[in-house]
């Protein structure tokens, strides 16, 4: 079964800087694609940008970005000129070609004035 | 155009009692899967649901079933609901089967 591991349960970053989130994830399978959802305290689930493991050239979104590591199955959001509204829960999440959707257990970022 | 809405946002509920959540794809999306978070975890895996049929499952007991309707709606139904069911279920849509998925803002059940 496909793992994801946030090893990081808490971030905090000053407002402007930047701040990397780490993720992981365990897999033998060579379609999926790979997320990373926000959720802020009202619960609800936003994504925030996503990679289709076939392609090499790392996605970003704005001030959002990720360095996808295919061989060392690694996946980390970037966020650059970080927002007090960037506070939130982050999620990682992996999805099989099948569909079913495997998340991390969050780390929870915090931006300072 | 309407996100993904689940109903109802808030329900509380008895032990042993039965309980059923209902969730409205985006407009065009014909896949659904259902998750449950527990305060101060990730989503769990429940169902996934792809043109009504079951295309997977995640590890929880047969009390709980799912459906989808030739509409793309969805239920998920929660039989002798246990207090250790407690937690937020979320819905998500996404118009084919392994896209990104789009979620709605959950309903939050509360087992007394």
């Known amino acids: 079964a496909q793992t994801v591991t946030q090893s990081q349960p808490e971030m905090s970053v000053q407002e402007a800087e930047t701040v990397t989130l780490s993720c992981t994830y365990d897999?033998?399978?060579?379609?999926?694609?790979l997320f990373w959802y926000k959720q802020p305290p009202s619960r609800q689930m936003i994504l925030v940008i996503r990679q289709e493991a076939y392609k090499q050239q790392n996605a970003t979104e704005n001030r959002f970005s990720v360095n996808f590591q295919k061989a060392a199955k690694s996946f980390s959001l970037k966020i650059s000129d970080s927002q007090l509204g960037d506070a939130a829960m982050y999620f990682c999440a992996y999805r099989s070609a099948r569909g079913d959707m495997r998340f991390g257990a969050g780390t929870r970022l915090t931006v300072k004035p | 155009d309407a996100g993904v809405t689940q109903s109802p946002t808030h329900l509380i509920k008895t032990r042993g009692q039965h309980v059923t959540l209902r969730c409205s794809p985006i407009?065009?999306?014909?896949?659904v899967s259902w998750y449950q978070q527990v305060l101060g975890q990730g989503p769990q895996f429940i169902f996934q649901y792809y043109e009504k049929e079951e295309r997977g499952r995640g590890n929880f007991p047969d009390r709980f079933s799912a459906r989808q309707f030739p509409n793309y709606s969805s239920e998920l139904n929660v039989n002798a609901l246990l207090l250790g069911d407690s937690a937020l279920y979320l819905c998500a849509s996404s118009f084919i089967i392994s896209t990104e998925a789009f979620f709605g803002q959950g309903t939050r059940l509360t087992v007394v």
């Open positions: 897999t033998s399978e060579s379609d999926y694609y």
């Open positions: 407009s065009g999306h014909k896949s």
